[in-house]
Each structure stands twice: as structure tokens, then as C-alpha cells.
């Protein structure tokens, strides 16, 4: 009977396997939007490859939404399990645990008798619904092959608690009561059933308690006999000769089991504990005789770690709250060796007698418990060897979809438990930096089909949210034909990573640098060159020309070419300046504090052009920049939006300030004649680019802003429109205060 019972339990084992499986699939159809994709194509497959499924839904919010097939079950849509009493218990406990959970047998809302496993779904950390399996009765019991088993020696049963009335339910055929019936069971906690096989015969013999009260009975019915055997005639003296031979054997039969028995067998009073009797082979067990053991009772020779457990159980089965009992405990042999023993006592006396006696059987397990204490301290050896290694070391597979083990160095290194991980199949995902999450999903999942070991570096989000670069190196092996495991080791490589960046970063500035001392060289020499080449070319006519007055005129070109290069050097030696000073000077300066120093400045312009200054920025702004760039900048915007003023309207100029991710923004807008960007965009910021008439511009004020900005890690956008003005966006870096230079 055992064994059937564990041939059962194994198909039903693999049938829920099967179910959990084709649960997570249709989990899977669901985007991080919480919407269903190919819900139908993905449902038709899992119905036509599983003959033990009859049908599968999604349940958002509890509400049945999606079934497949529709045809048969149109009844069950739109029903709310979670406000239903025969259903909302089943349910909440699969949210309660997040796994899979089967509600039934119990009455489809579609017809028939079925059950039906439900697997919660939790999207950015909500509860979204559930996805589930429904499976009709009969198709149950077909998977779990009892039809194949029937038998006129023992049959099947299979109860489960019922929610509303906490009444133990059963639901194969013959439900007679089975106090008086010798059953094996194995619960099945997937749906809390209990799963029983049931010999047809009556038990009479149920271990040593029956055999021995029989045989007292048998023989107070022999005394009878003898009393009245005078009395009766012969047939009846036959009968009692023929009931003494029966005593005679059955107690023959249990002296042969108590004495020769490969168990330790005691006969001990319930009232007091001491021994009545004890067979050879525990005598043996704890080193004392029989008469030795006669004047001793079960605490003395008991663990006192042991004790308390072993007289509360006692206490249970002389009240009648149990009939028998199994417990391991520990014995002390006579030579003070502890022995490990598991023992089962069945008490003697009958329901509503008075406590007397019981019988225990005990085993020696010392040898099996010596072999577990090995295993354990291997185990921990090889613990503490894994949580020595510098490295996250972790196991999973592709049946359970998550991690079943993590090294305590998680804790280290990222600060979550081992338990955090393991309690949340998807928990790996979600500690993934959000933008390497599906590359790195996509990359496990593609060598995972492809059945290679695989190393690739990512970002996880540590507990304290810091971010944590990590090398996952991964191994990947088979159990069985359908189930992928993985053996992994994640290395902390933060340090190592920000290094790279750092030097990356380095190698960059430098390049760039490099680019703008190539380009800024060109510019020199393009400058430097047209200049001296003019200076050259005047001394050559100063030099050959005879008449005095030509000479004078030739002087004072010669003057102003000379003051222009003059000029032009002052320029140069200003971005030289800029581009060479490696670390400004950061303060927190009040941003109108500086606005309104650049409008005194430009005060007579002002005036002059008539210029009306709407300016919207909050006493309180403060930006963090260096004071002599940020004086620069602003009198390059605010004189730019007055000189190339529309001729037909006043100027106007609006500032403004706010915030935008890590930037304070300065916004500066005219309406002024504006910058074509489709010709000019690409060089508005060169050095000495002019884009108009005027003759003031120079080429030089926005190319020596941009410098600025740049070197203090902001940035300049512009948006213009001709005719219409110009919006430049001034981008200040907010750099933490305690990083300010002062």
C-alpha cells in the first residue's frame, strides 16, 4: 500500500509541476504595463501539448478576464473569486505565500466538479492577478493513474478541509468513516489534500496493543470457561480446549515478537513510568539487565534536554488527546554513553478507560545520527569555505525560475539576505539597474536555450540604493532533460569599473583637449599669419615709397593693423586662460545679485535703445559657478540681445530661471532679429564667426562663453527664429556643496 500510495503521489507530483509550469508561462505573456500579449496563441499551446489541463485563465484584480477555451466556460467571466466565499480563502493564501495554490474539488462556475490552481502575479511590486489552471475532477484522478490500481484488497480516498464549514470533505466513492480501517495517507500541501489508501479488511492486529489486549481478554474468557466447564457438556468443553489452544498460540506468537524482536520492545506503566518488562534487545541497547531495568523507569535513563517533550506527549495520550506517538530522543547507556533512539508508544487501555500501561518500540538511530552530524559539518564546512570566497556565490534553475541558494557574502556586498533573495522568485530581476535589465534578461535567457556557460558584466542596485557593478560568471549544467540549472558567482567590481570610466573619462578630456588645442593652433596661425603678413607688406611700401605724405598714410594703416593684432592677441590670450585653468574657482553665488550688476554695467545702453528688462528670477536663485564667468556670460547675452535688436520693434529681454534634472537652468529671450541655425547653427560658437553686419561683432563673446560653460561642466542651447529673436538656455551643473571650491 505504500508503495502505490507513492506512485500516486508521484504522478500527482509531476501533474501540479506540470500546472505551476503552464501557470508561469501564461505570467510571462503579461508586459511590464500589465498587459496580456498572445494570450490566445500562448494558451492554445499549453492546452494542446498538456492533456491534463482543461482549461486556463488570467485573472487581473481577481476578476476572471481571460479564458481559453472560451467555448464551455463562458459562465466563469467576469466572476470576482475575491468576494467569493468558496473561493476568496484559496486565493488569498497563494497571495499570502506567492506560489501556486489549488482551490477544490469544488463546483465550476461553468458546471461540474474541478479544481483549480491559481498563481499570483506581482507587477513594480503590486499585486496584479492571478494566472490559473482549472482542471475538471474526473481529469484529476485520471492523471494520478488510481483507476490503474484498483484492487479488491484496498481502495482510494481524498479529502481536504472544506473552507466554510472546517469539516474534513471527501470526494472518491465509498466515504465510510475510517477509525476502524488500517490506511497509509500523504498530504499534499499544494492544495492541502490528503490522499488516502484503505485496506478493505478489517484491522484486528495494529501493532502490540491489540495482541495483547486480545490475549487478556482471551484469557479472562478462559477462566470463565474453566469455572463453568463442570457445568457444561462435552461440545462445550471441545470449545473451550479449542480457545485455549488459540490463547496459547497468540500469546506464544507475541512472547516470540517481544523476545526475538530486532527492535527494543518495553512494557512500561503510564502512571509512573517505570518499566513492567523489557525484551533482550533493549537491554542490550542501554547496557542494564532485567532486573536492573525493573527498578527503573524512562526519566532516568532519559536526556534531560529530552524530557519535557517526552512528558507532555505522555500527559496528551493519558488525557486521550493522542492514542500513540514517535519522537527521537536520547538515551544514557549504563557506561554514560549518550545514545540517539527513535522511539513509538501506543498506549494499552481502551477509549473512556482508566490510563494503565503502554508499549514502546524503540530503534537505535545513533548510527544514522552520527552520519547527519558528519553531513552537517561538512555542509558548514563548505558554507563557510563559500562564504570566504570574495564573491557572491549563488545556485537557480530554469524549473523555478529564480534563486535557490545565495552566499551570506550577499549581505556585503550588496546588503540583502539570503532569505530576501529566496523568497521572491523574480527578486534578481528587480535588483537589476533599470537600464541593463532587459539586455541582461535577454542575454541569461539566450545562452540558457543555448545550454553555454556565459560571463557578462552588469549594474545591480544595492539595498542601500547605491549602484554595484558586478561580473556574473555563470554555469550552466543539466538535472534532467527539461530542467536547466545554473551555478554562479557574482563579483563585486565597482572599484575596478569606475576606474575604467574614470580613465575613460580622462582619455576623453584628454582627445578633447587635444582637438581644441589642434583647432585653436589653426585658428593662431590663420590669425597671427593674415596679421603679420599685412605688417610685412606696409614696411615693404613704407620702405619703397619716396614721397613723405604716402609714407604718413602707410604709418597710420601700419598703426591700425598693428592694434588690431594688439586686439586679437588679447582675444587669444583670454581663451588661452580659460582653456589652462584647470580647476575654477566654484562658488554659490545669488544669480540677481549678478543680473542686476550686468544691467548697471550696460545701464547707457540700456537707455539709449530703450530696452524694457522683464526679469522673473527669484531673489533666492543661486547658481553654482565661478563669479568672474558668470559676469562674463551674462554681459555676452544681455549686450548680444541689445546689439542685434530688431530695427522695427523696442527690444525686449526676458530672464528666467528654474530647474531641470540636475541643472539650474538661466533662460535669456529677445526679439531681436535672431540667428539663421540652419546655415549658421554648426558654427555659432567659432571663434571669430560673425553672422551679421554690425559692425561691432567681433566673433569672439559667445565662443569665450561657451569656454566658460564648458570648463564647469554645463552646457548652451539656442533656439532663434529670424526676424522673430533668440532664447539662449544656459545649463549651470549643481555640483554639491561640499564639493565648492571656497
Same mark, same amino acid.
Given at each position: 500500500?505504500?508503495? /502505490?500510495?507513492?506512485?500516486?503521489?508521484?504522478?500527482?507530483?509531476?501533474?501540479?509541476?506540470?500546472?505551476?509550469?503552464?501557470?508561469?508561462?501564461?505570467?510571462?505573456?503579461?508586459?511590464?504595463?500589465?498587459?496580456?500579449?498572445? &494570450?490566445?496563441?500562448?494558451?492554445?499551446?499549453?492546452?494542446?501539448?498538456?492533456?491534463?489541463?482543461?482549461?486556463?485563465?488570467?485573472?487581473?484584480? *481577481?476578476?476572471?478576464?481571460?479564458?481559453?477555451?472560451?467555448?464551455?466556460?463562458?459562465?466563469?467571466?467576469?466572476?470576482?473569486?475575491?468576494?467569493?466565499?468558496?473561493?476568496?480563502?484559496?486565493?488569498?493564501?497563494?497571495?499570502?505565500?506567492?506560489?501556486?495554490? $489549488?482551490?477544490?474539488?469544488?463546483?465550476?462556475?461553468?458546471?461540474?466538479?474541478?479544481?483549480?490552481?491559481?498563481?499570483?502575479?506581482?507587477?513594480?511590486?503590486?499585486?496584479?492577478?492571478?494566472?490559473?489552471?482549472?482542471?475538471?475532477?474526473?481529469?484529476?484522478?485520471?492523471?494520478?493513474?488510481?483507476?490503474?490500481?484498483?484492487?479488491?484488497?484496498?481502495?482510494?480516498?481524498?479529502?481536504?478541509? =472544506?473552507?466554510?464549514?472546517?469539516?474534513?470533505? &471527501?470526494?472518491?466513492?465509498?466515504?465510510?468513516?475510517?477509525?476502524?480501517?488500517?490506511?497509509?495517507?500523504?498530504?499534499?500541501?499544494?492544495?492541502?489534500?490528503?490522499?488516502?489508501?484503505?485496506?478493505?479488511?478489517?484491522?484486528?492486529?495494529?501493532?502490540?496493543?491489540?495482541?495483547?489486549?486480545?490475549?487478556?481478554?482471551?484469557?479472562?474468557?478462559?477462566?470463565? $470457561?474453566?469455572?463453568?466447564?463442570?457445568? @457444561?457438556?462435552?461440545?462445550?468443553?471441545?470449545?473451550?480446549? !479449542?480457545?485455549?489452544?488459540?490463547?496459547?498460540?497468540?500469546?506464544?506468537?507475541?512472547?516470540?515478537?517481544?523476545?526475538?524482536?530486532?527492535?527494543?520492545?518495553?512494557?512500561? =506503566?503510564?502512571?509512573?513510568?517505570?518499566?513492567?518488562?523489557?525484551?533482550?534487545?533493549?537491554?542490550?541497547?542501554?547496557?542494564?539487565?532485567?532486573?536492573?531495568?525493573?527498578?527503573?523507569? $524512562?526519566? #532516568?535513563?532519559?536526556?534531560?534536554?529530552?524530557?519535557?517533550?517526552?512528558?507532555?506527549?505522555?500527559?496528551?495520550?493519558?488525557?486521550?488527546?493522542?492514542?500513540?506517538?514517535?519522537?527521537?530522543?536520547?538515551?544514557?547507556?549504563?557506561?554514560?554513553?549518550?545514545?540517539?533512539?527513535?522511539?513509538?508508544?501506543?498506549?494499552?487501555?481502551?477509549?473512556?478507560?482508566?490510563?494503565?500501561?503502554?508499549?514502546?518500540?524503540?530503534?537505535?538511530?545513533?548510527?544514522?545520527?552520527?552520519?547527519?552530524?558528519?553531513?552537517?559539518?561538512?555542509?558548514? @564546512?563548505?558554507?563557510?569555505?563559500?562564504?570566504?570566497?570574495?564573491?557572491?556565490?549563488?545556485? *537557480?534553475?530554469?524549473?523555478?525560475?529564480?534563486?535557490?541558494?545565495?552566499?551570506?557574502?550577499?549581505?556585503?556586498?550588496?546588503?540583502?539576505?539570503?532569505?530576501?533573495?529566496?523568497?521572491?522568485?523574480?527578486?534578481?530581476?528587480?535588483?537589476?539597474?533599470?537600464?541593463?535589465?532587459?539586455?541582461?534578461?535577454?542575454?541569461?535567457?539566450?545562452?540558457?536555450?543555448?545550454?553555454?556557460?556565459?560571463?557578462?558584466?552588469?549594474? #545591480?542596485?544595492?539595498?542601500?540604493?547605491?549602484?554595484?557593478?558586478?561580473?556574473?560568471?555563470?554555469?550552466?549544467?543539466?538535472?534532467?532533460?527539461?530542467?536547466?540549472?545554473?551555478?554562479?558567482?557574482?563579483?563585486?567590481?565597482?572599484?575596478?569599473?569606475? &576606474?575604467?570610466?574614470?580613465?575613460?573619462?580622462?582619455?576623453?578630456?584628454?582627445?578633447?583637449?587635444?582637438?581644441?588645442?589642434?583647432?585653436?593652433?589653426?585658428?593662431?596661425?590663420?590669425?597671427?599669419?593674415?596679421?603679420?603678413?599685412?605688417?610685412?607688406?606696409? /614696411?615693404?611700401?613704407?620702405? #619703397?615709397?619716396?614721397?613723405?605724405?604716402?609714407?604718413?598714410?602707410?604709418?597710420?594703416?601700419?598703426?591700425? +593693423?598693428?592694434?588690431?593684432?594688439?586686439?586679437? #592677441?588679447?582675444?587669444?590670450?583670454?581663451?588661452?586662460?580659460?582653456?589652462?585653468?584647470?580647476?575654477?574657482?566654484?562658488?554659490?553665488?545669488?544669480?540677481?545679485?549678478? +543680473?542686476?550688476?550686468?544691467?548697471?554695467?550696460?545701464?547707457?545702453?540700456?537707455? @539709449?535703445?530703450? +530696452?524694457?528688462?522683464?526679469?522673473? /528670477?527669484?531673489?533666492?536663485?543661486? +547658481?553654482?559657478?565661478?563669479?568672474?564667468?558668470?559676469?562674463?556670460?551674462?554681459?555676452?547675452?544681455?549686450?548680444?540681445? /541689445?546689439?542685434?535688436?530688431?530695427?522695427?520693434?523696442?527690444?525686449?529681454?526676458?530672464?528666467?530661471?528654474?530647474?531641470?534634472?540636475?541643472?539650474?537652468? !538661466?533662460?535669456?529671450?529677445?526679439?531681436?532679429?535672431?540667428?539663421?541655425?540652419?546655415?549658421?547653427?554648426?558654427?555659432? &560658437? *567659432?571663434?571669430?564667426?560673425?553672422?551679421?553686419?554690425?559692425?561691432?561683432?567681433?566673433?569672439?563673446?559667445?565662443?569665450?562663453?561657451?569656454?566658460?560653460?564648458?570648463?564647469?561642466? *554645463?552646457?548652451?542651447?539656442?533656439?532663434?527664429?529670424?526676424?522673430?529673436?533668440?532664447?539662449?538656455?544656459?545649463?549651470?551643473?549643481?555640483?554639491? @556643496?561640499?564639493?565648492?571650491?571656497?
Amino acid at each position: 500500500m505504500e508503495s /502505490i500510495l507513492a506512485v500516486v503521489e508521484k504522478n500527482i507530483e509531476q501533474n501540479l509541476k506540470s500546472n505551476y509550469a503552464a501557470t508561469i508561462t501564461l505570467a510571462l505573456t503579461i508586459d511590464d504595463n500589465g498587459n496580456p500579449k498572445d &494570450f490566445e496563441q500562448v494558451a492554445k499551446q499549453i492546452i494542446s501539448s498538456n492533456n491534463y489541463i482543461d482549461a486556463v485563465q488570467l485573472v487581473p484584480n *481577481g476578476i476572471i478576464k481571460y479564458t481559453y477555451p472560451l467555448k464551455g466556460n463562458e459562465p466563469a467571466m467576469n466572476f470576482d473569486i475575491l468576494h467569493s466565499p468558496l473561493h476568496r480563502q484559496a486565493a488569498l493564501k497563494a497571495i499570502e505565500t506567492k506560489s501556486i495554490y $489549488f482551490s477544490g474539488p469544488v463546483e465550476l462556475k461553468q458546471g461540474g466538479l474541478g479544481v483549480v490552481g491559481r498563481l499570483p502575479i506581482f507587477k513594480k511590486g503590486g499585486f496584479w492577478g492571478f494566472s490559473a489552471v482549472i482542471v475538471k475532477f474526473k481529469t484529476l484522478i485520471k492523471s494520478t493513474g488510481i483507476e490503474s490500481f484498483k484492487s479488491n484488497k484496498y481502495y482510494f480516498q481524498l479529502s481536504k478541509i =472544506n473552507p466554510i464549514t472546517n469539516t474534513e470533505e &471527501f470526494f472518491l466513492e465509498n466515504k465510510s468513516p475510517l477509525y476502524d480501517k488500517s490506511f497509509e495517507k500523504v498530504e499534499i500541501p499544494e492544495g492541502d489534500w490528503v490522499l488516502y489508501i484503505i485496506s478493505k479488511e478489517q484491522n484486528y492486529l495494529s501493532g502490540f496493543s491489540p495482541v495483547m489486549i486480545i490475549a487478556f481478554l482471551l484469557s479472562l474468557l478462559c477462566g470463565l $470457561f474453566v469455572t463453568t466447564l463442570l457445568k @457444561k457438556p462435552s461440545e462445550l468443553q471441545k470449545l473451550v480446549k !479449542l480457545q485455549t489452544k488459540k490463547i496459547i498460540q497468540s500469546e506464544f506468537l507475541f512472547k516470540s515478537i517481544f523476545e526475538h524482536a530486532g527492535l527494543g520492545i518495553v512494557h512500561t =506503566n503510564s502512571i509512573d513510568g517505570t518499566f513492567i518488562d523489557a525484551n533482550d534487545k533493549f537491554c542490550e541497547l542501554i547496557g542494564y539487565n532485567q532486573e536492573e531495568i525493573k527498578k527503573m523507569n $524512562f526519566m #532516568m535513563i532519559t536526556h534531560p534536554n529530552d524530557l519535557d517533550e517526552d512528558l507532555m506527549n505522555m500527559k496528551k495520550m493519558r488525557n486521550g488527546e493522542i492514542g500513540q506517538f514517535s519522537v527521537e530522543k536520547r538515551y544514557f547507556h549504563k557506561n554514560g554513553k549518550i545514545i540517539w533512539i527513535n522511539i513509538t508508544i501506543s498506549s494499552l487501555w481502551k477509549k473512556n478507560e482508566k490510563p494503565n500501561n503502554h508499549i514502546a518500540i524503540i530503534e537505535d538511530i545513533s548510527g544514522r545520527k552520527e552520519s547527519e552530524r558528519q553531513v552537517q559539518e561538512s555542509q558548514q @564546512k563548505i558554507k563557510d569555505l563559500i562564504d570566504s570566497i570574495d564573491g557572491i556565490v549563488w545556485e *537557480g534553475n530554469s524549473e523555478e525560475s529564480g534563486v535557490t541558494y545565495i552566499s551570506k557574502k550577499s549581505e556585503d556586498i550588496l546588503g540583502y539576505t539570503p532569505e530576501e533573495w529566496i523568497a521572491d522568485k523574480y527578486f534578481w530581476r528587480k535588483i537589476i539597474h533599470p537600464e541593463d535589465r532587459d539586455w541582461v534578461i535577454d542575454y541569461t535567457t539566450k545562452h540558457a536555450h543555448d545550454k553555454k556557460s556565459f560571463d557578462y558584466e552588469y549594474r #545591480m542596485i544595492a539595498k542601500n540604493g547605491s549602484i554595484v557593478w558586478v561580473r556574473d560568471i555563470v554555469s550552466v549544467y543539466h538535472e534532467s532533460e527539461n530542467i536547466i540549472k545554473f551555478r554562479g558567482i557574482l563579483i563585486d567590481t565597482t572599484k575596478s569599473k569606475q &576606474f575604467e570610466i574614470d580613465l575613460n573619462n580622462s582619455l576623453k578630456l584628454v582627445t578633447e583637449q587635444n582637438k581644441r588645442l589642434l583647432n585653436f593652433s589653426h585658428i593662431i596661425s590663420h590669425n597671427l599669419r593674415a596679421h603679420t603678413s599685412n605688417i610685412q607688406s606696409l /614696411i615693404s611700401l613704407i620702405e #619703397m615709397s619716396e614721397d613723405q605724405e604716402e609714407r604718413n598714410e602707410l604709418l597710420v594703416l601700419l598703426k591700425s +593693423v598693428s592694434e588690431t593684432l594688439n586686439q586679437t #592677441m588679447s582675444n587669444l590670450n583670454e581663451v588661452v586662460s580659460i582653456q589652462t585653468d584647470i580647476n575654477p574657482i566654484i562658488e554659490e553665488l545669488n544669480l540677481n545679485k549678478y +543680473v542686476n550688476k550686468t544691467i548697471e554695467v550696460l545701464r547707457d545702453q540700456i537707455t @539709449k535703445n530703450e +530696452v524694457i528688462i522683464i526679469n522673473t /528670477i527669484p531673489n533666492d536663485a543661486t +547658481v553654482s559657478f565661478n563669479p568672474a564667468y558668470l559676469e562674463s556670460v551674462l554681459l555676452n547675452f544681455i549686450s548680444n540681445a /541689445i546689439r542685434y535688436k530688431h530695427p522695427d520693434r523696442k527690444p525686449e529681454i526676458e530672464l528666467k530661471t528654474y530647474t531641470e534634472d540636475n541643472y539650474q537652468i !538661466l533662460e535669456i529671450r529677445d526679439n531681436g532679429i535672431g540667428i539663421d541655425l540652419k546655415k549658421n547653427g554648426k558654427k555659432l &560658437f *567659432g571663434l571669430y564667426k560673425t553672422f551679421t553686419n554690425n559692425p561691432e561683432s567681433r566673433g569672439i563673446g559667445l565662443f569665450i562663453t561657451k569656454n566658460q560653460i564648458d570648463t564647469l561642466k *554645463g552646457k548652451i542651447e539656442v533656439e532663434s527664429n529670424i526676424n522673430i529673436g533668440t532664447t539662449f538656455k544656459t545649463y549651470f551643473n549643481n555640483a554639491p @556643496k561640499e564639493n565648492l571650491h571656497h
